[in-house]
């Protein structure tokens, strides 16, 4: 909703609790959805530790790299400002989930502003989820959702923090 880094940080950090609501609604609507699932554990919402959002710095450089102007940053195209992880035992448990949130876009109940199919498509990094941004009070968030065997890939072998070592030179690369 703006292009402004503060304002939208603002903006995002006073919506976390609408954001979270919604979330935990969807994923309710998704656990009555599990009847196929393989697994006994249920979906799991990650947030980011004391509702944390991206850190300034990486916002600006994704405006940077990612925005509009690149000689200027512009934040209205950062979609992930705060999110989470929808982890999920199996593919039943995520194609519940992402049935869950289609239903309630489709009710009326949520918007869904863009779909990422990083399944057919991974990141630059090998990272594959379906990443949904969710707009609650015209505020967009990210939800990840993540079969729970990539997310310990990425966790316990430290994957996302070497990514991150790299992840500016490939976007710098990327521009040039």
Not at 81 to 87: E, H, K, P, R, T
Request: glycine content about 4%.
């Amino acid at each position: 909703p703006t292009s402004e880094l503060m304002p939208l940080v603002l903006m995002v950090r006073a919506n976390i609790p609408a954001f979270k609501e919604a979330v935990e609604a969807t994923l309710a609507r998704a656990a009555a959805g599990c009847t196929g699932s393989t697994s006994t554990a249920a979906p799991t919402i990650v947030y980011r530790l004391h509702d944390q959002t991206k850190a300034p710095y990486r916002i600006i450089e994704k405006s940077l790299t990612k925005g509009p102007n690149q000689e200027y940053p512009d934040c209205s195209k950062v979609l992930d400002v705060f999110g989470c992880l929808i982890d999920c035992a199996d593919y039943n448990s995520m194609a519940a989930v992402v049935a869950a949130f289609a239903s309630r876009h489709t009710a009326g109940e949520l918007q869904l502003s863009r779909i990422k199919d990083r399944w057919s498509q991974p990141s630059a990094g090998g990272w594959r989820d379906l990443m949904l941004n969710v707009v609650i009070n015209d505020v967009v968030f990210e939800v990840q959702v993540v079969l729970h065997a990539m997310l310990v890939a990425r966790t316990a072998l430290d994957a996302h923090k070497a990514y991150n070592q790299f992840r500016s030179f490939v976007e710098i690369f990327d521009l040039l």
